[in-house]
């Protein structure tokens, strides 16, 4: 664990990037504004690398910046081994993961340092859409407003100590675009430490305009969840009946047995969907609209049956049943 309350202790702040030069820039200016001495942190940069001027801009800060901006350009696929790749050659006591899609508030590494100082060996923040930017039906955001089981990397805090003790994200799942952070989450609380939430720990996350393809394939990441439950077995407690990824899932699933039921046995069977059509329209979200309501369900149909798709191919591939 950290040092004693009365130090200041060194933080490391490791920062994927690929592909995102301009948000990079707006990252790394707002890790330079925040309100912790200046050689109390580091700031490690790790460029799966693409010539599209992102190492340039990354050493013209670092060349500047009053805080120690480290740049490594590497070939790695996915976020996963860069992060452990950073982590490795981390100094601080304590280390702050974060995106390069993402804008730090001044008080984020305050706000996460005081939460590890809490005896927690990790410290999740709160992450929310840019509130200057436009939401819309398809989009790629993040938003985290308590504690959640799927530790999402995007913002979150680690005791070194205990990072280095479980061995850092686990090999198995560094390989898979997302599922690593999940899996560190989960190896830090099956070994016994205690783990957090830190509201003032805020993170501002980029909405992006996705196209209906990218969108609509999007829950091909969700592939691995029967291999994270497999691998956690406590974390299907935090499945809906202990089976199902969420309600919806389980909704939908019910949606298409009424489809297939009513078509092939009997028109009552219709009834199925019932649960499903409600959930759509009563959770509405931030959509008020009725037309947005129900171009939400039109479109979501088949996003749906991708996501079963893709629960249940992973559940045969894990041998571990999450639909």
Not at 84 to 94: D, K, L, P, S, V
Not at 112 to 131: D, E, S
Not at 218 to 244: D, M, S
Request: proline fraction near 6%; glycine fraction near 8%; charged fraction near 20%.
């Amino acid at each position: 664990m950290i040092g004693t309350p009365t130090e200041v202790p060194f933080v490391s702040v490791i920062v994927p990037t690929h592909r995102r030069r301009v948000l990079l820039g707006r990252l790394l200016h707002s890790l330079l504004a925040q309100d912790w001495p200046a050689d109390r942190y580091e700031i490690i940069v790790v460029h799966n690398f693409t010539d599209d001027g992102t190492d340039r801009l990354a050493l013209d800060i670092a060349n500047t910046a009053p805080v120690r901006v480290h740049y490594h350009r590497t070939a790695f696929r996915g976020p996963g081994f860069s992060r452990q790749f950073g982590a490795e050659r981390a100094h601080g006591a304590i280390l702050a993961f974060i995106d390069d899609d993402c804008e730090a508030t001044p008080g984020w590494i305050a706000a996460g340092v005081a939460g590890i100082g809490k005896g927690l060996a990790l410290v999740q923040g709160r992450t929310m859409p840019r509130h200057d930017q436009q939401r819309r039906l398809m989009e790629q955001t993040v938003s985290v407003t308590a504690a959640t089981p799927y530790f999402e990397t995007c913002n979150i805090f680690y005791d070194a100590a205990v990072f280095r003790a479980v061995g850092g994200f686990p090999e198995v799942f560094r390989k898979y675009y997302g599922g690593e952070d999940t899996a560190l989450g989960w190896t830090v609380q099956t070994a016994g430490y205690r783990t957090g939430f830190a509201e003032d720990a805020l993170v501002l996350h980029e909405v992006f305009a996705v196209s209906f393809l990218d969108w609509l394939l999007r829950p091909r990441i969700l592939q691995q969840w029967p291999f994270l439950v497999r691998a956690y077995p406590a974390l299907r407690e935090k499945l809906f009946l202990g089976i199902f990824l969420s309600p919806l899932t389980a909704t939908f699933d019910l949606f298409a047995l009424g489809v297939v039921g009513a078509t092939l046995i009997h028109p009552l069977l219709a009834l199925l969907c019932a649960p499903y059509v409600v959930l759509r329209f009563v959770d509405s979200g931030r959509f008020n609209a009725p037309h947005v309501l129900l171009a939400r369900f039109v479109f979501g149909l088949p996003r749906g049956a991708v996501t079963a798709a893709m629960l249940l191919v992973g559940s045969i591939r894990a041998r571990a049943l999450v639909i």
